[in-house]
């Protein structure tokens, strides 16, 4: 209603001026996706309506993996982690003697996850960990500076979502305060999530290792550790909010079971609230896999979205565009 | 130089005008501790200087106990904790056969602590875990706004330093953003910080306990388990402005030894950094205490201080009020 009413004032002013409105999300297709995302926005700003939250409550998080960015043929950080262990191997002649650490040198996967979690973690750590939190920002800076996707040729960071893109800065431009809920590594996310999502390092809440403090001629810094600290993930994700935003939040944007309890967070909350999910329906433009994928598993939070009133974007259908160099 | 020039200007402004350029720090005497407070400001906001921070970066790190607010006869937390044992007592009739809950019951903090941590950490569990974070926040909000300081009769949240609050304005004002970073615990400085301080929940970091993620009738929450998280005390304190800011401070604020690294962490970073400690040297207003105190000890930050370039604030000298009931 309230969207409607707005939707119309919008062309009789338009006409009165003879200016177009500015769509918020030019790259979102019309239809109901978009009229969802738009008609709550509405709802909880208006200051004269029933679901009018202030914007000191207005808490939108964002998964990233999948949600804000792609991550198709692997997570983008386990690509950094394999090439990283390529780089550092010169100096490591014992990593050969490692089988899980030389099928990371030879960028085989499968022979990395044949050792299940615990190869995971071993390439993770001697990747992650032993160095300070700045120089492992400056590596993972040089990296995506150099490094190109397999199959678009671009960098990591181009891969982004320009739908989504448009929909942080529209929920920021309305009072929202925007913040990535992350399995992803926090550090890895921050290096470039400012400069390409608008979201300040304070905003970016993820996985984490471990760090020390330490001193060395005068100046203080953290070292990461190889242990792990936390799994922001499935129920991780809301603990990790409580502790790190402190509100539930009002609006949550996820695309796998990873982001389900999430979701059930924010959108069982009091009042209006809102949950969605980005489905990869697009194998041309970008990937389609759901329920049986071994990255960005969509299972049970796709069987609980339309109970629960969460808004399932069809990637294929709903977005016009899918990555920023597509309007080149 | 610069803060010389621009109070000079300021003095000109104000003749020409006839009107007083407004003193942004009016609790403040005039003196060397308020000079190095907005020589630094003017610096790193001097878009022309060499000392230029971009607002992003603005970061400044506040301690909680004994630096926003008092501390004495003990922190405010433990004095909820006893008052929370005292209020469940009667459903838990068992808790007298229990030597540290007896002794919580009755007020008797020695007898409490006779046991060492163990005896406190049991105190702190009976009092905050076992309920939901919602629960708990209604709690701690009902308790601020029943409980009475036994010195200043005064609610503890009035208990503020007012010449901290106007810093604290100050900072924001000239486009910092300001963090509490805490060794209480994160969700009781919630329940205020906003209202009281001007910082947001997603702004305030402290220590923790664990928590679980739980559903029950189709509504999702928070439920505080009896196991500690994290103590945001000492070195945790840098651990955990990266893990929840992610970026090195440019300002410090804190008041005792737990502060320390916190401020090594700060003042280290390149660049013009900031580091203050409040030292408690009024007896009278306040209280006085440092190297020998349990509680808020401030001794080795202080044999550091000069050395490091740490402002050090001396709170009889430097204030001329010390909490804002004081101006009604």
Same sequence: chains 1, 2.
Avoid: C
Avoid at 46 to 75: H, K
Avoid at 102 to 121: C, I, Q
Avoid at 246 to 273: E, H, I, K, V, W
Wanted: overall charge negative.
């Amino acid at each position: 209603m309230m969207y409607l009413r707005s939707l119309l004032l919008a062309v009789a002013v338009s006409q009165l001026s003879g200016v177009a409105v500015a769509d918020p999300l030019p790259s979102w297709n019309t239809g109901l996706t978009k009229s969802a995302i738009l008609s709550f926005v509405e709802r909880v700003t208006d200051a004269d309506g029933g679901n009018y939250v202030p914007p000191s409550e207005r808490i939108a998080v964002f998964d990233n993996d999948g949600t804000l960015w792609s991550e198709q043929p692997m997570y983008f950080q386990l690509i950094y982690a394999l090439d990283r262990v390529r780089a550092l191997a010169p100096q490591h002649p014992e990593w050969v003697d490692n089988p899980v650490l030389k099928a990371a040198m030879d960028g085989d996967v499968e022979g990395v996850l044949s050792n299940g979690k615990a190869g995971l973690m071993e390439v993770v750590m001697v990747s992650h960990a032993g160095m300070t939190v700045e120089d492992f920002k400056a590596a993972v800076r040089d990296w995506l500076a150099k490094a190109r996707h397999p199959r678009s040729g671009r960098a990591y960071d181009e891969m982004v979502y320009q739908p989504m893109l448009e929909l942080l800065s529209y929920l920021r431009a309305e009072g929202f305060k925007t913040f990535i809920v992350s399995g992803g590594g926090v550090d890895f996310i921050r290096v470039f999530a400012e400069e390409v999502y608008g979201i300040p390092p304070e905003r970016v809440v993820g996985s984490s290792i471990k760090a020390a403090f330490e001193q060395a001629s005068g100046a203080a810094s953290l070292r990461k550790m190889p242990a792990l600290d936390f799994i922001d993930d499935k129920a991780g994700k809301p603990i990790a909010i409580n502790l790190h935003i402190g509100r539930r939040p009002l609006a949550a944007f996820g695309n796998s079971d990873g982001d389900l309890q999430m979701l059930q967070y924010t959108t069982t909350g009091t009042g209006l609230r809102f949950g969605l999910i980005v489905r990869h329906s697009d194998a041309e433009r970008e990937w389609i896999y759901d329920r049986d994928s071994h990255i960005g598993r969509l299972d049970k939070a796709l069987d609980q979205a339309e109970a629960a009133g969460w808004t399932v974007v069809d990637m294929k259908r709903d977005w016009r565009v899918v990555y920023p160099f597509e309007l080149e």
